[in-house]
């Protein structure tokens, strides 16, 4: 099978993997310079870089590497290390570089109003496929968003039925109203989506969740809800906010680790609140303890 193709298939399928290519060589091994391997994220393979207990070293850090995204070298000397000797070497050293293959970032934004055209402009610009989705057919056009991979022209309700978010995949709730944003932050907190976002003030959010929650919708769901979404970069406008919004898709997509000026607070403000909770009931328990003694 042909790897490259393999590659193609293995990202159009919304699926992981890890290419392995040998980049520098001395001496004899068992294979050649550029030799690759794909490993798939089922663990399967494609190609070979010469077999034996290297190639299992190399699998092993190719899952890795798909788990973390991150590209690493590996590097081997068939002369010191006597589990590499086969008797099929003559010894020899070899560098292995094994990079990530991901499938394609997908944004779904939701609504079509001023934020999201920019957002659509800035998202597609830094690399993401981004579908856009309202139910207002003159404003969700191909005309209006040119840059978009899709556009969908559907009732909300509608069109999340059709749409099945991978682990790859990103939600942004920008509509023109709080029964449609929380309408799809129902149903977009229950996907694999990798990231969901929905823009409102404060109030408007506590509202939402509290509905929700009271539906039943599980409170640990809205723990990686971004609301309001972006990071706090004091953006005004619809062009600044989707910088904003932008910014924070590429913090999660590169694994940013230092601490960000992030807007969401809801998470916080939830602990304190449970921990206020939890305290009140410890102190009325010593109470109800000591008129019982």
């Known amino acids: 099978m042909d790897i490259y193709e393999q590659i193609v298939e293995l990202r159009r399928s919304g699926r992981r993997g890890a290419v392995a290519t040998i980049v520098n060589v001395r001496g004899s091994i068992p294979s050649f310079k ?3 391997m794909l490993v798939r994220d089922d663990g399967s393979i494609v190609g070979t870089i010469g077999g034996g207990c290297v190639e299992a070293d190399v699998w092993q850090a190719a899952r890795e590497v798909m788990e973390s ?47 999201a055209l920019s957002l659509c402009q800035t998202a597609a610009s830094a690399g993401f496929d981004v579908t856009v989705t309202d ?12 840059a978009a991979h899709e556009v969908h022209a559907l009732d909300f309700d509608e069109a999340t039925q059709k749409l099945d978010p991978n682990e790859s995949s990103y939600i942004v709730i920008v509509t023109r109203g709080h029964r449609d944003d929380m309408r799809i932050l129902r149903w977009a907190v229950q996907t694999r989506a990798r990231y969901v976002g929905m823009i409102g ?3 408007k959010v506590i509202e939402i969740f509290k509905t929700l929650r009271n539906e039943g919708v599980p409170a640990h769901l809205f723990d990686r809800v971004h609301s309001p979404v972006g990071l706090d970069i004091g953006a005004v406008t619809p062009e600044e906010i989707a910088v904003a919004i932008t ?34 009931a410890v102190e009325k328990a010593m109470d109800e303890g000591d008129h019982s003694s």
């Open 201 to 203: 003030s404060k109030r």
């Open 247 to 280: 910014a924070e898709l590429i913090a999660v997509r590169r694994h940013a680790s230092s601490a960000l000026p992030h807007l969401s607070w809801f998470k916080g403000a939830r602990e304190e609140s449970d921990a206020a909770s939890n305290a009140e």
């Open 69 to 115: 995204e991150k590209p690493r070298t590996l590097k081997f000397d068939l002369n010191q290390d006597p589990k590499y000797d086969t008797g099929l070497v003559c010894g020899g050293t070899l560098e292995v570089f094994v990079e990530p293959v991901l499938p394609p970032a997908l944004l779904y934004v939701f609504g079509a109003g001023h934020v």
């Open 135 to 146: 139910d207002r057919s003159s404003y969700a056009t191909k005309e209006r968003f040119p």
């Open 34 to 36: 550029t030799a690759k």
